[in-house]
């Protein structure tokens, strides 16, 4: 007699939670227009750790054994190794904060930039979609320390290794023409740059 009871309230119970848990994420106005983790099992399959880009401390553009040095576009990181020694012989070390990131990751620090800036609008002004995002292509890095960022403004074109936005000044990027000609003016923000336009 019991038995029909029980089972009936843990079925309410299942399609309760089933249908608060679905509403929770149809309501959230900030990932709206994420586009789908690339899993197919919600916003990610668990916690994003260093295969996803995700950098520990202590990191350096000599280590390979890092997915997001290891991923990163052969000639950049030819350019970084180059730079990251010659700034050493003056005391200085590249640390890596960033490097590449995989798409899902790349839509994570989105999430989390929308939630913290308030507005998909403001948070493009510091994080772009993976669909856009040179780190996902493995073509852009972000270089920790003051005293390496301050050598990469003063040094870093002659490797090719550019600041690309003014409001980021630890991103860096190749651009084989600024050897000869210096680097290209820098975007505002990545909203002002044509490729996160896409």
């Excluded at 843990?10 to 106005?29: C, D, E, F, R, T």
């Excluded at 040179?134 to 040094?155: C, F, K, M, N, Y």
Aim: with cysteine; proline share 8%.
């Amino acid at each position: 007699m019991w038995r029909p009871l029980v089972v009936g309230l843990i079925l309410v119970g299942a399609v309760v939670a089933v249908v608060l848990g679905y509403g929770g994420v149809k309501s959230s106005p900030s990932t709206a227009s994420l586009p789908p983790s690339p899993t197919g099992r919600g916003e990610h399959r668990g916690a994003l750790g260093e295969a996803d880009g995700v950098v520990p401390d202590g990191v350096t553009v000599f280590d390979d054994a890092v997915p997001a040095v290891a991923h990163l576009d052969p000639p950049l990181l030819k350019a970084l190794r180059r730079a990251a020694t010659a700034a050493g012989d003056d005391g200085v070390r590249f640390s890596v904060n960033s490097g590449w990131r995989s798409p899902e990751y790349q839509n994570e620090l989105l999430r989390k930039a929308i939630s913290k800036y308030g507005s998909e609008d403001e948070a493009a002004r510091w994080v772009a979609t993976a669909a856009a995002s040179p780190h996902v292509s493995g073509d852009a890095v972000d270089i920790g320390r003051s005293a390496a960022t301050a050598w990469l403004s003063e040094h870093g074109a002659a490797y090719g290794l550019c600041q690309i936005y003014e409001n980021e000044p630890w991103h860096y990027e190749l651009r084989a023409g600024a050897t000869d000609r210096g680097c290209p003016r820098r975007y505002a923000d990545p909203t002002q740059d044509p490729r996160t336009q896409r």
